[in-house]
């Protein structure tokens, strides 16, 4: 029986001054009757809903020539068909990848203190969380997709994901088995980090929260779409699909996932201005290192 947190149960009087979503939270874990296995089945489900659902505006806009003019690379609009083939093994990899992943997620958080009882932390703690894992998750995301960049790494586990040089939403998890698992590490394992740093102040629904914000963000920064209401005209620190789709275009830098500040502060960014600031101090370093030769 679902006692977790608070110990309510359905036919407590209790259970009523629960709002809508904790309501139909503690029913779900009643009805299944095995934690586990709810918050696996919830867990998978909210993933696949979200990351379609997010991608399929984008398909829309495709379609509609309106929305060109905010395309960034608009000479290279992927068809139906090659959507299409990218979903199918998207999926392949959400069933044997990512499934086994979010199964082995309860055992592990509960491990390390997660609470998924009713009711729901206060939304301002909720808020903070995430905007801890996001800078988490940009920091793992940084250095191990600059490592993938790595000759044969490259060749290896992260080429897959540049098989589209103009990409587009559901591309954001068409990736190998190994790339998935690794870098998903950022997204699951920030959650778990904290957990088990700060003794279990940390509720399933904040986890869920996060995890559909950064199917966002990744849908987000690979639609190829640039709107003048994206989020990184709001925060000039939000990298957004300006940031992510130089980089499937270059093949180098703006190795980050959602700040822009990891690529600015170690000089990776690749932006046209910042490649040719590279190169003017590139020719600077030879011409002094020539100057000092010579006398
Ligand atoms: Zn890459
Ligand atoms: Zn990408």
């Given at each position: 029986?679902?006692?977790?947190?608070?110990?309510?149960?359905?036919?407590?009087?209790?259970?009523?001054?629960?709002?809508?979503?904790?309501?139909?939270?503690?029913?779900?874990?009643?009805?299944?009757?095995?934690?586990?296995?709810?918050?696996?089945?919830?867990?998978?489900?909210?993933?696949?809903?979200?990351?379609?659902?997010?991608?399929?505006?984008?398909?829309?806009?495709?379609?509609?020539?309106?929305?060109?003019?905010?395309?960034?690379?608009?000479?290279?609009?992927?068809?139906?068909?090659?959507?299409?083939?990218?979903?199918?093994?998207?999926?392949?990899s959400?069933?044997t990848v990512e499934?086994?992943?979010?199964?082995?997620?309860?055992?592990?958080?509960?491990?390390?203190?997660?609470?998924?009882?009713?009711?729901?932390?206060?939304?301002?703690?909720?808020?903070?969380?995430?905007?801890?894992?996001?800078?988490?998750?940009?920091?793992?995301?940084?250095?191990?997709?600059?490592?993938?960049?790595?000759?044969?790494?490259?060749?290896?586990v992260?080429?897959?994901?540049?098989?589209?040089?103009?990409?587009?939403?559901?591309?954001?998890?068409?990736a190998s088995p190994i790339e998935v698992m690794?870098?998903?590490?950022?997204?699951?394992?920030?959650?778990?980090?904290?957990?088990?740093?700060?003794?279990?102040?940390?509720?399933?629904?904040?986890?869920?929260?996060?995890?559909?914000?950064?199917?966002?963000?990744?849908?987000?920064?690979?639609?190829?779409?640039?709107?003048?209401?994206?989020?990184?005209?709001?925060?000039?620190?939000?990298?957004?699909?300006?940031?992510?789709?130089?980089?499937?275009?270059?093949?180098?830098?703006?190795?980050?996932?959602?700040?822009?500040?990891?690529?600015?502060?170690?000089?990776?960014?690749?932006?046209?201005?910042?490649?040719?600031?590279?190169?003017?101090?590139?020719?600077?370093?030879?011409?002094?290192?020539?100057?000092?030769?010579?006398?």
């Open positions: 029986m679902y006692r977790a947190g608070s110990g309510v149960m359905l036919s407590d009087p209790a259970f009523h001054q629960f709002n809508f979503v904790e309501r139909l939270w503690a029913a779900w874990y009643l009805w299944i009757g095995n934690d586990v296995l709810a918050t696996g089945i919830l867990t998978f489900i909210l993933h696949e809903f979200f990351y379609f659902a997010r991608s399929l505006p984008f398909m829309i806009c495709d379609q509609i020539s309106w929305f060109r003019k905010y395309k960034i690379q608009a000479g290279k609009m992927p068809t139906l068909q090659d959507q299409w083939d990218c979903a199918k093994i998207v999926l392949l959400h069933f499934l086994p992943q979010i199964w082995l997620f309860h055992p592990l958080a509960t491990y390390f203190g997660l609470q998924y009882g009713v009711p729901f932390p206060p939304v301002w703690k909720m808020a903070a969380q995430i905007a801890l894992f996001f800078v988490m998750e940009d920091t793992w995301h940084y250095w191990a997709h600059r490592l993938f960049h790595y000759g044969p790494l490259y060749r290896a992260h080429k897959m994901h540049h098989k589209y040089s103009a990409p587009f939403g559901i591309a954001a998890e068409y690794a870098l998903g590490l950022g997204t699951v394992g920030s959650p778990l980090l904290w957990a088990s740093l700060s003794g279990g102040d940390l509720h399933l629904f904040t986890m869920h929260v996060w995890m559909i914000l950064r199917v966002f963000q990744a849908v987000d920064s690979h639609s190829g779409y640039d709107f003048p209401w994206s989020l990184n005209k709001l925060l000039p620190f939000w990298a957004g699909a300006a940031h992510h789709d130089i980089h499937h275009e270059k093949f180098i830098g703006n190795y980050a996932s959602s700040f822009c500040w990891w690529d600015y502060a170690m000089d990776t960014e690749a932006h046209a201005e910042a490649r040719q600031r590279r190169r003017e101090k590139a020719i600077a370093k030879t011409k002094q290192a020539r100057s000092k030769k010579v006398l």
